[in-house]
């Protein structure tokens, strides 16, 4: 990823997850912009950046918040990316009597700041395509009341929620919205805030008993795979020839499976030294054949790939719907447990990790008269599987994920005479995506740069589902 000339407003950049967001998109060759409201800070961490702008402001005050956005088009005539971190938190339970004080201290920095600045943004964002990220938090999801959190829940629940209502309104403009929510990162959170926890209480509530470090949440960059053995299943044709050529161009070892030997050969031919088993993952006999070749040939496993997965459209009004269901089945879900179950060993001793490929179908209903419904339930049975085995193999260091796309232009649709572009009007972004780009995901996820990942489900669907929510 390259961000020369690209112009970066990052809020709350004094520290923690602003800070090294701020230094890594300095570091990329990006114009940052740093806001903060402690000038001691600010001057320490643009020190470590590349000629930042630094503007010291309350993103809270509306005249501070129009002054950002005025300071960084007057200096530099545009805005690419608006990271919108800036955030606080604070405790106090409902019966304290306290609560409402720890509401207006929490709701205008980490939700009505976000909406201001937002909107000052978005003429210029449309200008330059851009994008925004808000940084949410797990926190979102909880509802622990011995902590006296919940305000600050409430407050990322709430932006959470406004991030998917932006990202529907400004996907017809070409700007995409993004959140990312991390669980514990060591920042200066807990001493703004008073709070009487620390670090190590943070940790014990995660299955991986490690909190983060900020750089994990922005670290999205340089990915080397040097040595590694990569298991990619699907590997013929569509997003899973697209990761092997990925992995094999960041230096991993890649072990390429599918059924056609043709077409893993043509792909196995833009690959560095990929090696290739043809098997069928459905048949027992075949799943173990290809552990113990990969195992012999290069003594491990770091990262398993289960991508290989075939649509087989029935009615449930047709008899041969058992059919479909069985195929089906087969290959998108009893395959990927018997693969799992045979490489979790190896992971485990290379403590690795496992990426699994549903669908957008695992989280929909298929309409009427598709004949997809074999298919999504496989999807959805996939998804829950990923989330059952990240917790059982977490304790071991093992993570695992799952990526649902949505429309790609792969051999899925042309084998059923479906032209993938008529998914086009069904995405907010009015397109659908290409292999490389779910490749690109699957990277960054079996990447050492996502090592507090996991159990995750990450949506790549160019907003069909803000889409769909809408209709
Ligand atoms: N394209 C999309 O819009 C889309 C959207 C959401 C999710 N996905 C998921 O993405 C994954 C990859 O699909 P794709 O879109 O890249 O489609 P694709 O181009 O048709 O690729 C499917 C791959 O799976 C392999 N495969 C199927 N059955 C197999 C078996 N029994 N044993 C070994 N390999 C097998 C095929 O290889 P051989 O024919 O050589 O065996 C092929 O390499 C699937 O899990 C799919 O559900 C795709």
Redesign the pocket.
Known sequence: MSFNNKVVLVTGASSGIGAAAAEAFSSEGAQVVMVGRNETKLSAVAAKCNKPFVIRADVANDDDARRIIDETIERFGRIDILINNAGVSGVAKLISGKIIDIYDKIMPINLRAVVLLTSLATPHLIKTKGNIVNISSVAARLMDSRSGTAMYNVSKAALNHFSLCAAEELSRYGVRVNTISPGPVVTDILVNTNAKATWDDFKKITCLDRVSDPVEIVDLIIMSFKNKVVLV?????????AAAEAFSSEGAQVVM????ET??SAVAAKCNKAFFIR????NDDDARFILDETINRFGKLDILIN?????IPESILNVNVLKSYDTTMG??LR?IVHLTSLAASHLIETKGSIIN?????GQMVPRPGSGFSM?YVS?AALNHFGLCIAAELAPYGVRVNTI??????????N?LNID?DNFCNSTALQR?SE?KEVADLILFLSSDKAKAITGSNYVIDNGIFICRAMK
């Open positions: 299943t699907g590997a013929s044709s569509g997003i899973g020839a499976v599918g059924r056609n077409k893993l098997a069928d993952v459905a991508n290989a997965g075939v649509i290959i998108n395959a490929i549903s669908s957008v179908g298919y999807k649902s796309p949505g429309p790609v232009r792969t051999n899925i649709f084998d993938v659908v292999p």
